[in-house]
């Protein structure tokens, strides 16, 4: 669909970062073909997603943005095979995640959800290490990484010892996504990873995140139900209605800028004059300012001339 990667809508304060992706560390595409799940329940019951089709470049983020129960979790966690598909096919770079065992295939794809899910009678390094080790790296070796990631992710040293218990959310959740990146997955999936903390420690999580991926260029499906986070991170969002049915597929500018109907309209608040979103031109670039004129992100110029 010629949509660049990095079309994403940056935060106002932080470097731009057009042009300047790295080289990718062995990302994958993924490949959804028709995916439609239906949970056992009462019949005339609709499916949780219904022919969902969606090619994911390789190296970007991809937003699926939605209200509760469009079936985002169920789309992320057929991915890794949390959840098996009732139809369909998910390929990683044109192999069927059907082929071999989702022991392995889970083992390849690291995967952050809201509340860590870090093994609490584990300290925190030797949560960041367990899936290497299970992967058969070296004890030194996964303990190096992981020291390394706790860097790269802000976390002191000190804090390698303690148990997940004795960590802020904020905290845990960089642990988790330290531990989800500890096997250098391809593809890393993320549930509302930054929901449950604080608004602060939220848009540091997300630039964290962004500044990581500048660095790594995993294929990201993030999963949110926020549009401003949506906007900031995603190179591309799929905005989604009941049953995974897309409503829109584009860039955060593409969206804001030509929304397809009246519900990506309402959901992405357009039509809401308390929370209008509007773009605006700025030397250097387009921003976005919400309704009291204050710039919340910024789009990337040369990737929007890419889109
Ligand atoms: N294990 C299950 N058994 C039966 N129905 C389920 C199951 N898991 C999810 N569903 C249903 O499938 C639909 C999609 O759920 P899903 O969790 O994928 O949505 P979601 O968009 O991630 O929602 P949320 O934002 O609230 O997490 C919902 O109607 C939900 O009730």
């Known amino acids: 669909m010629g949509l660049g990667t990095g079309t994403r809508i940056t935060d106002a304060s932080a470097p731009a970062t057009a042009g300047s992706r790295p080289a990718m560390t062995g990302a994958s595409t993924i490949e959804f073909s028709d995916v439609t799940k239906r949970y ?27 209200s509760s129960g469009c079936g985002k979790t169920t789309l992320l966690r057929m991915v890794n095979r949390m959840v098996e598909p009732t139809a369909g096919r998910i390929l990683l770079d044109g192999e069927d995640v059907q082929d071999g065992s989702p022991v392995a295939l889970r083992r390849s794809i690291g995967y952050v ?24 790296t070296g004890r030194s070796a996964a303990r190096a990484r992981a020291r390394e990631l706790m860097d790269m992710l802000g976390l002191a040293e000190d804090l390698a010892d303690r148990y997940p218990g004795q960590l802020s959310g904020g905290q845990a959740q960089r642990v988790g996504v330290a531990r989800a990146l500890a096997a250098d997955p ?33 294929t990201i499906i993030f999963v949110t139900h926020d549009v401003d986070e949506a906007l900031m991170l995603g190179d591309e969002i799929i905005l989604l209605r009941e049953g995974a049915q897309i409503a829109q597929r584009g860039t955060g500018a593409q969206l804001l800028a030509d929304p397809a109907d ?42 929007e001339m890419r889109s």
């Open 262 to 303: 009246d519900f990506v309209a309402r959901f992405l608040g357009l039509d809401d004059a308390d929370r209008v979103l509007r773009l605006a031109d700025v030397a250097g670039g387009r921003v976005v300012l919400d309704r009291v004129g204050r710039a919340i992100g910024r789009i990337d110029a040369d990737a």
């Open 40 to 66: 056992p329940g009462p019949a005339g019951n609709g499916a949780a997603v219904d022919s969902f089709s969606a090619v994911l470049p390789a190296g970007s983020i991809t937003v699926l943005l939605g």
């Open 113 to 136: 959800m809201q509340n860590a899910g870090l093994l609490p009678h584990r300290r925190v390094l030797d949560n960041i290490t367990l899936v290497p080790r299970l992967n058969g």
């Open 186 to 218: 391809g593809v890393l999936l993320m549930d509302e990873p930054f929901g449950a903390v604080d608004p602060l420690v939220r848009r540091d999580l997300q630039r964290e995140l962004l500044r990581i991926q500048g660095e790594l260029a995993k």
